[in-house]
């Protein structure tokens, strides 16, 4: 699925290393293409105020669009 820059979106599996979950909510700021075709973003996580805690890079299949029927909350790293 091909998403659009900018845009706030949904991790769908855990990132230890970064400490992050599923569900925690990420900005696209890059997509790309790896060398077997497989498409992957750089993504760029923030805390509840607004700091940077982590860039790094998710293939494709590791995000989905934010729903309707979901509701925003926070957590503890």
């Known amino acids: 699925m091909k998403f659009e820059l900018y845009t706030d979106v949904v991790l769908t599996c855990d990132l230890p290393k970064h400490r992050l979950r599923r569900g925690d909510i990420v900005k696209l700021v890059d997509h790309h293409v ?5 498409e992957g973003y750089s993504i760029e996580v923030f805390n509840a105020v607004g700091d940077t805690i982590a860039v790094t890079s998710v293939p494709a299949a590791a995000l989905e669009t934010l729903r ?3 509701v925003l909350s926070a957590r503890t790293l």
């Open 34 to 38: 790896a060398p077997d075709n497989t």
């Open 68 to 70: 309707e029927d979901e």
